[in-house]
């Protein structure tokens, strides 16, 4: 069933980058917030004495979502302590779990059944129950359980188990007097992602009716349709779906339910392959639309960032199940440019969407008057980049990423170091450090994008068993001091918007690539404190009038150079009408307007 297992956070460190650098500023931002605010309304619910100012936005106290990001808190530090083993972090953790221990022992005081815990009444559920309006519960509820998972799992805090299957007792009694017409319904509301830690906890527990639980919350709508393999996604929430998906994929994994494996594979090859933008993202207005109108979805509401974030966490399964650098493909991809790129260097702030209107910005939250649900799995992002860079079998270590970093294994007497300023050079060095000398094969990602590859052992070549898009193995008894260097070079190329050959983004090697337009015109202030971004009125503006290209795409390949002492910066030579552009990453690019996709015209 699972053929490859990622490493715990805890054996992989990072060493100086950029992705280095977007977790200190996670970090920063962490610590700047204040338990004891996010965890007032729950205090407030539970009749007990707070005096805390609550944060604004989806988290004000009239905010019915409020509550969700003290989930996406607690799954945050606990990622941070697992990545960085900073006792700050686990602290925290442990503070929040005890609170809301307190919280959950008040609730019956208040009316509310026992095992309740949230920082709204348990009568929103009563209105999910009647088809009244409220927003998203379940959803919310999901983010409390997860982070309870994450402070279990990473945090070692048993207490947080406690809570989570007193939670899980509640709520299966609460579903228990629902017919299963009724619960079809309820899950018109948004769920979340319920399914994926509800099997979670199954695989924990072992319980049967955690297993039950789980499978009352199976949307049959979406899953019967993925198990049919029928693509009727258009008009549907992106992002109410996705998370579906991962709990199909993990129903797999604990139950060893077949039709789920297929679920969820079919579901990701429409979304990741079908449906994607070059940077990885996916939905506009956070919604699905038809592949064949992608022109039509080129706004300031596209590739909302959680979506990003959940289809790296499906692919991470579906690899566990296959070892297909397909999926790290798309993985490396999402990760480098939307999920590296959604981070304002400035003030470690997060994108909710990403805007795909030629000529706009990136727009970001305030630190304390926005926590959209894109601020709640982004500071779960920047915590966790170490999680996928290396996999491993009984016999087998893959290098999956070529991120700077190290990677402890304890159990095989191996410590590797992986040394690069890739994307910035095509060359990664690895040394092993070895207790005794050790048969492994190590299997090295081929990417899809490189021109060629080659490979050398201790400075000897060694040949490439394989073509782009696959991995090459070496398969040797390593000694300690070992190196193997990896070259892969990159270059310029034209990716196509699906179905408008002649709308294009540039790209080098995985990175995208984008027009610097500098902050002519009126710019729109970067950090919105909108109750919703789409209300906001930067998105708005008008936007000033882009360059188009003027050439074939061999002329746009050919006329377009790189700029000496500028890593990954080009510029066009002689093809923008009415001015040449000079391209960056578009990692690096905030606080200015860009272009990602560019009319290419004869």
Not at 154 to 160: E, I, K, V
Not at 406 to 424: K, M, S, Y
């Given at each position: 069933?699972?053929?490859?297992?990622?490493?715990?956070?805890?054996?992989?460190?990072?060493?100086?980058?950029?992705?280095?650098?977007?977790?200190?500023?996670?970090?920063?931002?962490?610590?700047?917030?204040?338990?004891?605010?996010?965890?007032?309304?729950?205090?407030?619910?539970?009749?007990?004495?707070?005096?805390?100012?609550?944060?604004?936005?989806?988290?004000?106290?009239?905010?019915?979502?409020?509550?969700?990001?003290?989930?996406?808190?607690?799954?945050?530090?606990?990622?941070?302590?697992?990545?960085?083993?900073?006792?700050?972090?686990?602290?925290?953790?442990?503070?929040?779990?005890?609170?809301?221990?307190?919280?959950?022992?008040?609730?019956?005081?208040?009316?509310?059944?026992?095992?309740?815990?949230?920082?709204?009444?348990?009568?929103?559920?009563?209105?999910?129950?009647?088809?009244?309006?409220?927003?998203?519960?379940?959803?919310?509820?999901?983010?409390?359980?997860?982070?309870?998972?994450?402070?279990?799992?990473?945090?070692?805090?048993?207490?947080?188990l406690v809570i989570l299957e007193n939670m899980a007792d509640w709520l299966?009694?609460?579903?228990?007097?629902?017919?299963?017409?009724?619960?079809?319904?309820?899950?018109?509301?948004?769920?979340?992602?319920?399914?994926?830690?509800?099997?979670?906890?199954?695989?924990?527990?072992?319980?049967?009716?955690?297993?039950?639980?789980?499978?009352?919350?199976?949307?049959?709508?979406?899953?019967?349709?993925?198990?049919?393999?029928?693509?009727?996604?258009?008009?549907?929430?992106?992002?109410?779906?996705?998370?579906?998906?991962?709990?199909?994929?993990?129903?797999?994994?604990?139950?060893?339910?077949?039709?789920?494996?297929?679920?969820?594979?079919?579901?990701?090859?429409?979304?990741?392959?079908?449906?994607?933008?070059?940077?990885?993202?996916?939905?506009?207005?956070?919604?699905?639309?038809?592949?064949?109108?992608?022109?039509?979805?080129?706004?300031?509401?596209?590739?909302?960032?959680?979506?990003?974030?959940?289809?790296?966490?499906?692919?991470?399964?579906?690899?566990?199940?296959?070892?297909?650098?397909?999926?790290?493909?798309?993985?490396?991809?999402?990760?480098?440019?939307?999920?590296?790129?959604?981070?304002?260097?400035?003030?470690?702030?997060?994108?909710?969407?990403?805007?795909?209107?030629?000529?706009?910005?990136?727009?970001?939250?305030?630190?304390?008057?926005?926590f959209w649900c894109c601020v709640g799995t982004g500071i779960e992002n920047?915590?966790?980049?170490?999680?996928?860079?290396?996999?491993?079998?009984?016999?087998?270590?893959?290098?999956?990423?070529?991120?700077?970093?190290?990677?402890?294994?304890?159990?095989?007497?191996?410590?590797?170091?992986?040394?690069?300023?890739?994307?910035?050079?095509?060359?990664?060095?690895?040394?092993?450090?070895?207790?005794?000398?050790?048969?492994?094969?190590?299997?090295?990602?081929?990417?899809?994008?490189?021109?060629?590859?080659?490979?050398?052992?201790?400075?000897?070549?060694?040949?490439v068993d394989g073509e782009p898009g696959s991995y090459v193995t070496i398969?040797?008894?390593?000694?300690?001091?070992?190196?193997?260097?990896?070259?892969?070079?990159?270059?310029?190329?034209?990716?196509?918007?699906?179905?408008?050959?002649?709308?294009?983004?540039?790209?080098?090697?995985?990175?995208?690539?984008?027009?610097?337009?500098?902050?002519?015109?009126?710019?729109?202030?970067?950090?919105?404190?909108?109750?919703?971004?789409?209300?906001?009125?930067?998105?708005?503006?008008?936007?000033?009038?882009?360059?188009?290209?003027?050439?074939?795409?061999?002329?746009?390949?050919?006329?377009?150079?790189?700029?000496?002492?500028?890593?990954?910066?080009?510029?066009?030579?002689?093809?923008?009408?009415?001015?040449?552009?000079?391209?960056?990453?578009?990692?690096?690019?905030?606080?200015?307007?860009?272009?990602?996709?560019?009319?290419?015209?004869?």
């Open positions: 069933m699972i053929k490859a297992k990622p490493f715990s956070l805890k054996q992989v460190n990072l060493f100086d980058g950029p992705f280095k650098d977007a977790m200190v500023r996670d970090a920063a931002y962490l610590m700047q917030l204040d338990p004891d605010r996010l965890l007032h309304m729950f205090r407030m619910t539970a009749g007990l004495s707070s005096d805390a100012e609550p944060y604004g936005g989806w988290e004000s106290p009239e905010g019915e979502l409020r509550g969700h990001s003290l989930g996406h808190y607690l799954s945050a530090c606990s990622l941070m302590y697992a990545s960085t083993s900073d006792e700050a972090f686990k602290e925290r953790a442990d503070y929040i779990v005890a609170v809301l221990g307190e919280c959950q022992d008040a609730m019956p005081t208040q009316g509310y059944n026992q095992g309740f815990l949230s920082a709204y009444p348990e009568t929103f559920f009563d209105r999910v129950d009647r088809r009244w309006y409220v927003w998203a519960p379940y959803y919310t509820l999901h983010k409390i359980l997860a982070g309870l998972l994450d402070a279990y799992n990473l945090c070692n805090d048993d207490q947080a299966y009694q609460r579903t228990s007097r629902l017919t299963q017409e009724q619960m079809k319904i309820s899950l018109l509301n948004e769920p979340g992602g319920i399914t994926e830690t509800l099997a979670s906890l199954y695989g924990v527990t072992g319980k049967p009716e955690h297993l039950t639980l789980l499978q009352r919350f199976n949307d049959e709508v979406l899953l019967g349709m993925m198990a049919r393999e029928e693509d009727h996604l258009d008009r549907m929430h992106a992002n109410t779906q996705v998370p579906k998906a991962i709990g199909a994929a993990l129903q797999y994994e604990v139950a060893h339910d077949e039709a789920s494996r297929k679920i969820a594979t079919f579901f990701w090859e429409r979304v990741a392959l079908a449906r994607s933008y070059a940077i990885g993202g996916h939905s506009d207005d956070e919604l699905f639309f038809p592949v064949d109108r992608f022109g039509q979805h080129l706004s300031t509401l596209s590739a909302e960032t959680c979506n990003t974030y959940n289809m790296l966490k499906l692919t991470r399964h579906l690899f566990g199940w296959e070892p297909s650098a397909t999926y790290m493909d798309f993985y490396e991809r999402g990760l480098f440019n939307h999920i590296l790129g959604s981070q304002d260097p400035e003030a470690g702030m997060v994108t909710y969407f990403i805007s795909h209107r030629p000529g706009h910005v990136k727009l970001y939250n305030t630190p304390e008057n926005s920047h915590a966790k980049y170490g999680d996928t860079i290396y996999y491993h079998d009984d016999d087998s270590l893959y290098v999956n990423l070529f991120i700077a970093s190290e990677l402890i294994w304890p159990e095989r007497g191996i410590t590797l170091r992986q040394e690069t300023t890739f994307p910035d050079e095509d060359t990664t060095r690895l040394l092993f450090t070895c207790h005794k000398p050790t048969s492994l094969a190590l299997k090295i990602r081929y990417p899809y994008w490189a021109e060629g590859m080659t490979l050398t052992v201790n400075g000897e070549a060694v040949a398969e040797r008894e390593w000694q300690d001091g070992d190196e193997v260097i990896i070259k892969l070079p990159m270059s310029l190329r034209l990716e196509a918007l699906p179905g408008e050959p002649d709308i294009v983004a540039f790209m080098y090697g995985p990175i995208v690539l984008v027009g610097a337009l500098g902050t002519d015109d009126e710019m729109p202030g970067p950090y919105l404190n909108d109750y919703h971004v789409r209300e906001a009125a930067a998105n708005f503006l008008p936007t000033p009038d882009v360059p188009v290209l003027k050439g074939s795409k061999a002329d746009l390949l050919t006329k377009t150079h790189a700029v000496e002492g500028k890593l990954l910066t080009f510029v066009t030579e002689g093809i923008g009408q009415p001015h040449d552009v000079e391209l960056v990453p578009f990692y690096v690019l905030h606080h200015q307007r860009y272009t990602i996709y560019w009319q290419r015209v004869d």
